[in-house]
């Protein structure tokens, strides 16, 4: 982030429970660029959940009953599948004028409005907040209104580019602003390696440092105003290798498989029908979150 944005005031307390992936994230994000904020962290093995908060001095350690009771934000970061437990375990222990943060999109949050009577906001981070990037995607649950969703979204503009989304968008928000580092990573990492497998003088920290720099000026072109196409158009020369590659990846088909793959996870995860195809030109409504609580 360039420029930070002011302090929420007042500093909110934030109570993480779960110290794996996405919670770890948040920790990270927190410590690094809202220091003002207190932290506090809970997890089924304290003595695990404590050595893993300790390079953050400061962040208290306890146990969730006592996290939920001092939080102004009860984050659960922990499995879909234990999110229902979870929440029913620790709603009976929140303050009043707490909220709870839910970081799934696996489960419908009108499930959880019967097992927690405060309002709740869903946050969907992703790993580029430890680093102070990325978006974070806000919406608007049971009990929530504008008021509780400024307070989160102005904790998230210490760290990310948080957005309010329509849960009709939620799948195609979630693919753009979530999964997609980690897909283009995931093409980065094989096209390295195809190229790696062809190499014959040039080792793998030296092509792996080219991947890497192709990536950064790809960041930096985008970020001078340079569109996707553009960089495209620029690079591949008419009848040349690299039009041959882009030819060769088939983008278009790629990206409608890859997205179909989430439609089609999505539902699975929330118990739903299979999605129908999409029409030709057309667009499929979500089948997840549609109607599900709209933005207000
Ligand atoms: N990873 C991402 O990029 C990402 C992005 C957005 C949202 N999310 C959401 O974040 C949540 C956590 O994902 P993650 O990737 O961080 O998972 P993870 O790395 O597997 O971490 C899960 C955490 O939950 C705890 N946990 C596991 N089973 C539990 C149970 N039955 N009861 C209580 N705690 C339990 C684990 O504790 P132990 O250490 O004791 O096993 C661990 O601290 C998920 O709901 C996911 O949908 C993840």
């Given at each position: 982030m360039t420029t930070a944005p002011p302090p929420p005031a007042p500093a909110p307390t934030v109570g993480l429970i779960g110290l794996g992936r996405i919670g770890t994230v948040l920790l990270t994000a927190l410590r690094r660029f809202a220091p003002e904020a207190r932290v506090v962290v809970a997890g089924r093995d304290p003595a695990r959940t404590a050595a893993a908060a300790?390079?953050?001095?400061?962040v208290a350690t306890l146990e969730a009953a006592r996290l939920a009771a001092e939080a102004d934000m009860v984050v659960p970061c922990v499995p879909p599948e234990a999110y229902r437990a979870e929440v029913a375990a620790l709603a009976p222990h929140m303050r009043a004028d707490a909220l709870l943060v839910v970081v799934t999109n696996?489960?419908?949050l009108r499930d959880l409005g019967p097992l927690c009577d405060r309002p709740i906001v869903r946050v969907i981070p992703s790993p580029a907040q430890a680093v102070g990037r990325g978006v974070a995607l806000v919406t608007p649950g049971p009990g929530a209104g504008p008021g509780e969703v400024e307070r989160v979204v102005a904790l998230l503009r210490r760290f990310c580019r948080p957005v309010v989304v329509d849960p009709a968008d939620g799948r195609v928000a979630a693919n753009l602003a979530g999964s997609a580092p980690a897909i283009l990573a995931a093409f980065c990492a094989a096209f390295l390696d195809a190229n790696a497998a062809r190499?014959?003088?040039?080792g793998p920290a030296e092509l792996r440092a080219m991947m890497v720099e192709s990536v950064a000026a790809l960041a930096a072109l985008l970020a001078e105003g340079a569109r996707f196409e553009d960089v495209v158009a620029r690079t591949?020369?008419?009848?040349?290798t690299t039009e041959a590659a882009i030819t060769a990846l088939d983008a278009r088909a790629l990206g409608e498989r890859l997205v179909a793959a989430t439609v089609r996870r999505e539902a699975q995860l929330l118990g739903l029908a299979p999605p129908p195809p999409l029409a030709r030109g057309g667009s499929a409504p979500s089948p997840s979150l549609s109607g599900e609580f709209p933005c207000r």
């Open positions: 300790a390079s953050w001095p400061g696996a489960i419908p190499a014959t003088v040039s591949a020369t008419p009848g040349g």
